[in-house]
Structure formats: structure tokens, C-alpha cells
């Protein structure tokens, strides 16, 4: 799986504060925030927009301040105390303190399956992790694309997964300057159908196509 885009990292910046808002905006939908993008504009320029509740401007909110830590933190290591940071600006005031920047110690239902995710253990989250980074025969597009299904179905967090798992994806994308995961909004629907058949049999392979055929934003350059 070759790298899309071969930008420098400051080329990928661009592409990404260039499009904040529709990746915001893509993200926060996937998650069943429902905002449209005027709404998101607004809400990530400062405004006040009537008529959302108090939690999806939160939400919103919450996403920008974790773009800029992705895009304004060059030199930090994609471990898992960057996880549980990222976890913490996007879940910050909408999830317990108690459950902000930590591993679940509570079972979850995923929507759409009967399948369970296993429980979390902090130890083997770190590996598992390690293991991923570490592939040099994989691109980092390929290994990015990877580490990203491996959070959402690893489920680790108590809410939050999906919009955690593609920030820290997009991190090693970017410092890379390999593009942006983004997921179109007529393509949701057949993303969550391929995520469902992931959780329940473990098997990346279809997902993991689809999104490097369908999912990868940037711009290409002329020699």
C-alpha cells in the first residue's frame, strides 16, 4: 500500500487548515453530532448559533482544540500518552473526569452487532500499539490506516473512539505529509456497513482498501 501523497509536513498543514472546518465538521457526523457545516463554521469562528445543544457545541469546540494540538505538535512521540491526550480534548466536559484521558473500566454496546469489544488493559493497549507503529515493511499511510481501525474497534475509551482514533491516524499522516483521513458524508453509510463487518470478524482487510481508495485527502504537486 504506497503512500498517496509525498508532501512535506508543512504542505500537509496547509491542506489541513485549508479544510479545518469540513474535516470538523465530516468527523463530528460520524460520530451522530448533528451540526451542519454553516453551523460548524460558526461555531469553530466563535459565534453563537441557536438551537444546538449545549453538548454538540461542546463537541465541536473540543475537535478544533485537538486539530491544533495535532497540527501544532510536531516532535511528540504517537504513544499512548498522546492517545489518552487526544482522548481528553475531544471528550473534555461531555464524558466524567474520571473517564477523560483513561481506558474504559466499564463493559460497551456497539450500535449495529451484537459483537462486543474486549475489555481494555493498559498494558496490552501499549503493546499493541508498539506492535502497529513498528512495521517497516508498511508505509506510514498503511500503518496509520491500520492503528486507526485497531482504536475504533479496540473501543478503549468510554465514548469518543471513532473522532479519537482518525485525529491520532491523521497525526502520523501529517507529520508524514501523507495526506488527511476524511470521510465524505454520502460515503458514511457504506463506512459504518465495512466497520460493522470489521467488528465482528476482526478482518481489516476490505476497510482498510476502502478507506485508501476512498478516504485520503491532499493535493499533488507538480515536478
Known amino acids: 500500500m504506497e503512500n498517496k501523497f509525498n ?8 491542506v489541513a ?14 460520530e451522530g453530532i448533528g451540526v451542519t457545516y454553516p453551523e460548524t463554521q460558526a461555531i469553530y469562528d466563535g459565534g453563537v448559533v441557536n438551537g444546538l445543544t449545549v453538548d454538540n457545541i461542546i463537541a465541536i469546540n473540543n475537535l478544533k482544540y485537538a486539530w491544533q494540538f495535532v497540527l501544532e505538535n510536531e516532535g511528540i512521540e504517537y504513544d499512548y500518552k498522546a492517545l489518552c491526550q487526544i482522548h481528553k480534548l475531544t471528550c473534555d466536559k461531555l464524558v466524567l473526569d474520571e473517564n477523560l484521558g483513561r481506558i474504559r ?7 449495529g452487532t451484537k459483537w462486543t469489544p474486549q475489555f481494555p488493559i493498559e498494558s496490552q493497549i501499549k503493546e499493541e500499539l508498539e506492535n502497529l507503529l513498528n512495521q517497516p515493511t508498511k508505509t506510514k499511510t498503511e500503518i496509520a490506516i491500520e492503528i486507526m481501525l485497531w482504536i475504533m474497534r479496540r473501543q478503549m475509551f468510554i465514548d469518543g473512539n471513532k473522532r479519537v482514533a482518525m485525529l491520532f491516524a491523521n497525526k502520523i499522516l501529517i507529520d508524514n505529509g501523507c495526506g ?3 470521510i465524505a458524508q454520502d460515503l ?3 463506512f459504518f456497513e465495512k466497520l ?4 465482528e470478524t476482526g478482518d481489516n482487510t476490505d476497510l482498510k482498501e476502502w ?3 476512498n478516504c485520503i485527502d491532499g493535493i499533488s504537486l507538480n515536478n
Do not use: C, H, M
Open 7 to 14: 508532501l512535506t509536513r508543512e504542505q500537509n498543514i496547509f
Open 17 to 30: 487548515k485549508r479544510n479545518i472546518v469540513d474535516y470538523i465538521w465530516k468527523s463530528a457526523n460520524l
Open 105 to 111: 473500566t466499564t463493559p460497551v454496546n456497539i450500535g
Open 180 to 182: 488527511i483521513i476524511t
Open 188 to 190: 458514511q453509510i457504506t
Open 196 to 199: 460493522i463487518k470489521f467488528y
Open 211 to 213: 478507506i485508501y481508495d
